[in-house]
Nanobody, 125 residues
Framework: QVHLVESGGGLVQPGSSLRLSCAAS????????VGWFRQAPGKEREFVAA???????YYGDSVKGRFTISRDKAKLTSTLQMNTLEPEDTGVYYC???????????????????WGQGTQVTVSA
């Protein structure tokens, strides 16, 4: 049984920072990738970031330079450090994982096998 649990969401002001964490169980980080998607109300899920088993990272264009993804293989956790947050960053953030996902599939939500329940991030003055 694979379980992903996000934490760290909340309400913050524009320009501030927030750190999200994802605790995983039932899998390892030795293959595939872990990552993050987000979804605003009424919108499609958007790729945010991913890190593959080889430690190579990938970011969506809207967050590149502001967000950083990392992972701890021993603790089976992944972290999304979000800086210089904007109102457009508001949404539910989902932790995702897949030990079999390939590079070309990272950016498509439907290709990821395991999803967390989501954590709300609201950026507002």
């Amino acid at each position: 049984q694979v379980h992903l649990v996000e934490s760290g969401g909340g309400l913050v002001q524009p320009g501030s920072s927030l750190r999200l964490s994802c605790a995983a169980s039932g899998l390892s980080f030795s293959s595939g990738a872990v990552g993050w998607f987000r979804q605003a109300p009424g919108k499609e899920r958007e790729f945010v970031a991913a890190i593959r088993y080889n430690s190579v990272t990938y970011y969506g264009d809207s967050v590149k330079g502001r967000f950083t993804i990392s992972r701890d293989k021993a603790k089976l956790t992944s972290t999304l450090q979000m800086n210089t947050l904007e109102p457009e960053d508001t949404g539910v953030y989902y932790c995702v994982a897949d030990p079999r996902i390939i590079l070309s599939s990272l950016f498509e939500a439907r290709r990821w096998s395991y999803w967390g329940q989501g954590t709300q991030v609201t950026v507002s003055a």
